[in-house]
């Protein structure tokens, strides 16, 4: 009676585990990296960079920067916008390209086959580098509620850095490679 018991209380709780859970989120994801790039990161990145700015020119310097509410809350849509692609970009299973898309230039960058390689041999580094944009854009949004432009740009120089971080990694190491071998053979100085 108590083994009975027992296993009524287990299949219970395993039963009651299971319906918690529920099923695991099915992920649509014709959308490539490229796309999310060429679609959602990059122009959202551009706005951040250009929202605070400083132009000369013939007819004498040009200040911009968000100035109304309405200025603030644009810039603050465009970084929600690069924060939620890099969720989009750790979905599992996003292809790299479409069938057959190529590398722009072969000689400096990865084909997508290799990238895609790269990313699912070590997802943690993928996510890294993902959640590394993010915590760099979110600094924007902490910049919007100041309504503190020198946080923008800030913020921005992070964004980039953190842009060129994954670049070198995934999408042109060949430059890193490049460079370190012209230093190794005395053709380049390293850098202080």
Known sequence: MRTSLLFCLIAGLALF???CTGPEPQYRTDATVKDIMDSV???????????????STIKGVIEKAPKTDEDWKEVRRHAVSLME?????QIPGRPVARPGEKASDPRVEEPPEVIKTMIDSDRGSWTKYANGLYDATA?????????????ILDAGDRID????????KYWYPKQTQLLEELKKSGSVRPSK
């Open 41 to 55: 990161v990059d122009p959202n990145a551009d706005y951040l960079w250009d929202s605070v700015s400083t132009d």
């Open 85 to 89: 692609a890099m969720n989009m970009l």
């Open 161 to 168: 850095q953190a842009c060129e971080s994954c670049h070198l």
């Open 17 to 19: 585990s299971a319906a």
């Open 139 to 151: 600094l924007v949004l902490k910049a919007v509620e100041a309504k503190n432009t020198d946080g």
